[in-house]
T-cell receptor
Framework: GAVVSQHPSWVICKSGTSVKIECRSLDFQATTMFWYRQFPKQSLMLMATSNEGSKATYEQGVEKDKFLINHASLTLSTLTVTSAHPEDSSFYIC??????????????FGNGTRLTVT | AQKVTQAQTEISVVEKEDVTLDCVYETRDTTYYLFWYKQPPSGELVFLIRRNSFDEQNEISGRYSWNFQKSTSSFNFTITASQVVDSAVYFCALSEAWGKLTFGTGTRLTIIP
């Protein structure tokens, strides 16, 4: 089955530093990837839609200058949390849509990245 | 705007009991998709089922079954003969636009041995 690899699975960083999270589709092409954030014991909230070769589309309330998204190839999207603060500590998870699948097919999710900012 | 409500925040049942997780959704679209995902303590999301708005047939997969009722905008999930490995957070989700998912708040299910 389709696999989405997310790296790193966890990261601890100091306040003020930047952290990059990678989301790769391993065996399929993904023209669109999605980034979600999940605070402890809460639901997943869509942050942004990442489109290959174009600018990401951010959901209302998500700072695009803080959460930089790059989708430079059909298999890789990156999320960079810039100038991280403790309130950015969260579980970030990506999903990818297979470009060759028809209809609104199941999204493939990465295993998530747990970010802790100290 | 679309919305997914999972009114049950936490449920605990004794092993081998049946349990139903409720999901109610709101959407203005006539074409949409509903999903259930399982999130074990490790955090990954495990896809369980997808149902489109034109297919109201109930589905059974092993110990899992789903009841989709458009008239009440519900998409409930039942686990029969529950097992400890079923303990997890379960999310119901709705997709209107291509690929974008709106998740419910999740139901934390604990199966007591």
């Amino acid at each position: 089955g389709a696999v989405v690899s997310q790296h790193p699975s966890w990261v601890i960083c100091k306040s003020g530093t930047s952290v990059k999270i990678e989301c790769r589709s391993l065996d399929f092409q993904a023209t669109t990837m999605f980034w979600y954030r999940q605070f402890p014991k809460q639901s997943l909230m869509l942050m942004a839609t990442s489109n290959e070769g174009s600018k990401a589309t951010y959901e209302q309330g998500v700072e695009k200058d803080k959460f930089l998204i790059n989708h430079a190839s059909l298999t890789l999207s990156t999320l960079t949390v810039t100038s991280a603060h403790p309130e950015d500590s969260s579980f970030y998870i990506c999903s990818a849509r297979d470009a060759h699948e028809m209809g609104n097919s199941p999204l493939h999710f990465g295993n998530g990245t747990r970010l802790t900012v100290t | 705007a679309q919305k997914v409500t999972q009114a049950q925040t936490e449920i605990s049942v004794v092993e081998k009991e049946d349990v139903t997780l409720d999901c109610v959704y709101e959407t203005r679209d006539t074409t949409y998709y509903l999903f259930w995902y399982k999130q074990p303590p490790s955090g990954e999301l495990v896809f369980l089922i997808r149902r489109n708005s034109f297919d109201e047939q109930n589905e059974i997969s092993g110990r899992y079954s789903w009841n989709f009722q458009k008239s009440t905008s519900s998409f409930n999930f039942t686990i029969t003969a529950s097992q400890v490995v079923d303990s997890a957070v379960y999310f119901c989700a709705l997709s209107e636009a291509w690929g974008k998912l709106t998740f419910g708040t999740g139901t934390r299910l604990t199966i007591i041995p």
